[in-house]
């Protein structure tokens, strides 16, 4: 089992940067992958990267290649996702969870089965 805490989020006008943290733990010997979802109100929730935490391979929703970045610290415990040129667009509650699967398959929300308690980032216009 895992327990994950995000935070970095924030207010930031368009064009802006932030930072997320996902501190993590777990009794399992490593963790498949973890991702960052987001949700708008009234909206889905949708992916946004994911990385496999022994390799470090990544995926990027196409919304966001090119302006995020994620990663993680091993030693830490802690997966980061650096978020520039944002756009209002990125407003959202932003998710860490894990997953014990990896490849394409981890785009897919129903592939995590530990899940923070998400963290505001709003952008504005």
């Known amino acids: 089992q895992v327990q994950l805490v995000e935070s970095g989020g924030g207010l930031v006008q368009a064009g802006g940067s932030l930072r997320l943290s996902c501190a993590a733990s777990?009794?399992?010997?490593?963790?498949?992958?973890m991702g960052w979802f987001r949700r708008s109100p009234g909206e889905e929730r949708r992916f946004v990267a994911a990385?496999?935490?022994?390799?470090?391979?990544?995926y990027y929703a196409d919304s966001v290649k090119g302006r995020f970045t994620i990663s993680r610290d091993i030693n830490k415990n802690t997966m980061y996702l650096q978020m520039n040129s944002l756009k209002p667009e990125d407003t959202a509650v932003y998710y860490c969870?894990?997953?014990?699967?990896?490849?394409?398959?981890?785009?897919?929300?129903?592939?995590?089965?530990?899940w923070g308690q998400g963290t505001q980032v709003t952008v504005t216009s």
């Open positions: 777990e009794r399992t010997f490593r963790r498949y992958a």
């Open positions: 969870a894990n997953t014990r699967s990896w490849g394409a398959v981890v785009k897919r929300d129903q592939e995590y089965n530990y």
């Open positions: 990385i496999g935490w022994s390799s470090g391979t990544t």
